[in-house]
């Protein structure tokens, strides 16, 4: 069947309609004339796979990845790599329109350095033997040999999970600055993991949370720091861009003052505001990351007060006046309790870093109520997919 696409959407799917119904198409571009293949009809949508080009976009550039067509890991590999920015960039001005009516947003791009092999882990899904990411809106598998947007170091094991023979499970494979490799397997299958201890720069491995070869963690250096890294710790997937990130908090933050840091992780962020002679506060909900922070704490020589528990239920229990709150939760935002408190707590600057601009300009149409947006950072930490990292910089409204 023959189709047009009229644009893209914000997962960079080409809109086309077949049957008077929305049809999300992978791997197309505004205006191409396309032939389909795999029509799957749902009640209010359609999705369908690209079968050939009749009309090329001139903006069309072949992707370097085989895979590409059906896999959903990446999304935008048919642009180069300075158009998948300008989407990007428009992305987060139409969402920041609908969402928070904000249209005079004034964007900062901030690039990656290594637009490919710069991801520094990935979690390959196993179903029915096969390995590998899943299908665009499926969950059927796209069989991988190699995936070209994470570190070579981890390209390198993906062959060898082969041998491993799981039938159903999940393999999050996680390399750090000196491509130091663990691997963290889930799976209820009979696991012979002897065979990958072998394999050079394999460090760690858990089996379903349980330590069965060498350490559940390493370290990890971005810029002067160290962070000890446990195998199911957050850490930032690009140390590039994670650099980058350092950099603007270091430009955004002033010395002597009270931070607190909500969603602290393994520390790095809070690390970075107290080496700048402030008084700063972390929380974090997860056991290992809070350990590697104090941790981290003493061997990067910093003086960070740690807490260990849900931002929810301790952010109305802080009784100190912050001058800045830094705030980087997971991608499903602020809840409505913490935007409440946060507007309370009346600090001078929120430094509010997403990892989602939809969640992010949900809650910045709540906190520009007491909050101006000073700075708007695109952060490519995500490159050739949709997803995208931002840094907004807010000034409470009362204060000069
Ligand atoms: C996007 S990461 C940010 C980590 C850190 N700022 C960094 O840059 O490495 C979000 C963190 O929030 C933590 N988290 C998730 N829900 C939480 C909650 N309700 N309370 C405290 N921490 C939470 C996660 O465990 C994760 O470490």
Do not use: W
């Not at 947007?149 to 393999?171: F, P, R, T, V, Y």
């Not at 002897?194 to 460090?203: F, M, S």
């Not at 002597?256 to 790095?268: E, P, R, S």
């Not at 974090?284 to 990351?289: D, G, K, L, S």
């Amino acid at each position: 069947m023959k189709t047009k696409i009229e644009k893209l959407n914000n997962q960079g799917e080409g809109i086309c309609y077949i049957n008077n119904k929305i049809t999300f198409i992978k791997n197309t571009l505004p205006n191409e004339i396309i032939e389909i293949k795999n029509l799957k009809q749902y009640s209010k949508y359609n999705i369908a796979s690209l079968k050939r080009i009749i009309d090329k976009s001139p903006l069309r550039i072949e992707s370097p990845c085989p895979y590409f067509n059906e896999c959903g890991g990446c999304d935008l590999q048919q642009l180069n790599y300075n158009d998948t920015l300008n989407f990007k960039v428009n992305k987060i001005k139409e969402l920041f329109y609908k969402y928070a009516h904000i249209n005079d947003l004034k964007i900062e791009v901030v690039k990656n350095k290594n637009d490919f092999y710069y991801r520094n882990k990935i979690v390959l899904k196993i179903i029915n033997g096969k390995i590998g990411y899943f299908k665009s809106r499926t969950q059927e598998i796209v069989e991988i040999k190699k995936c070209i947007i994470a570190k070579k170091s981890i390209n390198k094991i993906i062959s060898h999970i082969k041998c491993l023979n799981i039938m159903n499970g999940e393999i999050t494979i996680r390399s750090n600055y000196k491509d130091q490799i663990i691997i963290n397997i889930k799976s209820k299958d009979e696991i012979n993991f002897n065979l990958l201890k072998n394999i050079k720069n394999i460090i760690g491995i858990v089996l379903n949370d349980k330590l069965v070869y060498g350490h559940d963690f390493f370290l990890e250096q971005i810029d002067n720091y160290l962070f000890k890294v446990s195998y199911n710790s957050f850490f930032q997937v690009n140390n590039f861009t994670n650099e980058k990130i350092f950099e603007i908090l270091k430009e955004l933050l002033s010395n002597n003052q009270k931070v607190l840091d909500l969603y602290c992780g393994v520390g790095t962020l809070s690390i970075v505001a107290s080496k700048l002679d402030n008084e700063v506060y972390g929380i974090e909900i997860n056991e290992n990351a809070i350990e590697n922070a104090k941790y981290n704490n003493i061997i990067n020589n910093s003086n960070v007060n740690f807490t260990n528990g849900n931002v929810s239920d301790i952010i109305n229990k802080l009784n100190i006046q912050f001058d800045c709150i830094i705030v980087d939760p997971p991608r499903g935002g602020l809840n409505k309790k913490t935007i409440d408190y946060l507007s309370l707590l009346k600090a001078r600057n929120i430094i509010y870093i997403s990892c989602n601009p939809l969640t992010l300009s949900r809650d910045i149409s709540v906190l520009k109520n007491n909050y101006d947006i000073i700075k708007y950072y695109l952060i490519d930490t995500f490159s050739y997919t949709n997803h995208i990292e931002s840094i907004v910089l807010l000034k409470f409204k009362q204060i000069d």
